[in-house]
């Protein structure tokens, strides 16, 4: 089966993944560069350049390592302004996008686990909904005007969950999260008369650096790579836009497509045992 990496099919692509100096974002930068991709790499952790830093440069140096360009930029995407600046300055470098992947999300601290909602603070939702779904729009719609420049062929990846469509941790994480995959999906309808694509992606159980710490190894999750692995296949696919709209799961794109993590495996997928 094909591992995805020292290709250069997306190489001259400019990519943005929002929130990657850590878990998914980091895990789907990292896969775009090992098809030689240039990647803008968000975050607000910014200091570090070593390769397995959890910061902007880090991930940028993680990305070049795998045969891409990385590109760090500081961002609080939290911050309006700030996402403003992020693609002002892809529009003066490059003056196109290829591929927006909004990731970025703010897990509250503490994380919203359990309990009734009247249990947290009403700031899990702004964390949640503000930043796990409000910053994608915002993000999208300073994108869109670039990713209209690469024409026919772009595509935005929102990455959402299982939690958009049954019940996950919290009522305001299983909002924020239906809400991004409605978002997507009504997205894709205005956007399919300019030929771009717009999908939400369902990982399943993934051994994030946040899971690992939290609760330990996790021998049957997904790698935050092969997540980003089925990125890179599915923006490539040949019916990338007869799939616009729509909830595109992992385990799913890795069958469809062959795909391994870095150790050569296909761990178990959420969606086979779930479903």
Same mark, same amino acid.
């Given at each position: 089966?094909?591992?995805?990496?020292? $290709?250069?099919?997306?190489?001259?692509?400019?990519?943005?993944?929002?929130?990657?100096? !850590?878990?998914?974002? !980091?895990?789907?930068?990292?896969?775009?560069?090992e098809q030689g991709a240039t990647v803008y790499i968000t975050g607000?952790?910014?200091?570090?350049s070593d390769a397995e830093a959890r910061t902007i440069e880090g991930?940028?140096?993680?990305? #070049?390592?795998?045969?891409?360009?990385?590109?760090?930029?500081?961002?609080?995407?939290?911050?309006?302004?700030?996402?403003?600046?992020?693609f002002a300055r892809v529009r003066d470098d490059h003056g196109k996008?290829?591929?927006?992947?909004?990731?970025?999300?703010?897990?509250?601290?503490?994380?919203?686990?359990?309990?009734?909602?009247?249990? *947290?603070?009403?700031?899990?939702?702004?964390?949640?909904?503000?930043?796990?779904?409000?910053?994608?729009?915002?993000?999208?719609?300073?994108?869109?005007?670039?990713? @209209? %420049?690469?024409?026919?062929?772009?595509?935005?990846?929102?990455?959402?969950?299982?939690?958009?469509?049954?019940? *996950? @941790?919290?009522?305001?994480?299983?909002?924020?999260?239906?809400?991004?995959?409605?978002?997507?999906?009504?997205?894709?309808? #205005?956007? %399919?008369?300019?030929?771009?694509?717009?999908?939400?992606?369902?990982?399943? $159980?993934?051994?994030? #650096? @946040?899971?690992?710490?939290?609760?330990? %190894?996790?021998?049957?999750?997904?790698?935050?790579?092969?997540?980003?692995?089925?990125?890179?296949?599915?923006?490539?696919?040949?019916?990338?836009?007869? !799939?616009?709209?729509?909830?595109?799961?992992?385990?799913?794109?890795?069958?469809? @497509?062959?795909?391994?993590?870095?150790?050569?495996?296909?761990?178990?997928?959420?969606? !086979?045992?779930?479903?």
């Amino acid at each position: 089966m094909a591992d995805a990496s020292q $290709s250069n099919q997306l190489a001259g692509k400019i990519c943005v993944v929002t929130g990657s100096t !850590r878990g998914i974002g !980091r895990g789907t930068a990292v896969a775009l560069g090992e098809q030689g991709a240039t990647v803008y790499i968000t975050g607000r952790t910014s200091g570090d350049s070593d390769a397995e830093a959890r910061t902007i440069e880090g991930s940028a140096a993680a990305v #070049e390592a795998a045969g891409g360009v990385g590109i760090p930029v500081q961002a609080d995407h939290g911050d309006d302004a700030q996402i403003e600046a992020l693609f002002a300055r892809v529009r003066d470098d490059h003056g196109k996008i290829d591929l927006l992947v909004n990731n970025v999300y703010k897990i509250p601290n503490p994380p919203a686990w359990g309990g009734g909602f009247w249990d *947290h603070p009403i700031s899990i939702w702004d964390d949640q909904v503000g930043i796990g779904l409000r910053a994608h729009y915002v993000a999208s719609w300073h994108a869109a005007p670039l990713i @209209f %420049e690469a024409g026919a062929g772009a595509a935005i990846v929102n990455v959402s969950s299982p939690g958009g469509e049954s019940y *996950h @941790f919290s009522s305001s994480y299983g909002a924020g999260k239906a809400g991004l995959d409605r978002l997507t999906a009504d997205m894709a309808i #205005e956007l %399919e008369p300019k030929g771009v694509a717009a999908i939400t992606l369902y990982p399943g $159980s993934v051994a994030t #650096e @946040f899971i690992l710490e939290a609760r330990g %190894e996790a021998p049957e999750a997904q790698t935050p790579l092969l997540v980003g692995r089925s990125v890179a296949a599915v923006v490539q696919a040949d019916d990338l836009m007869s !799939r616009s709209g729509s909830i595109q799961w992992v385990e799913d794109l890795v069958d469809e @497509f062959g795909l391994v993590d870095e150790n050569g495996n296909q761990p178990p997928g959420y969606a !086979r045992r779930a479903r």
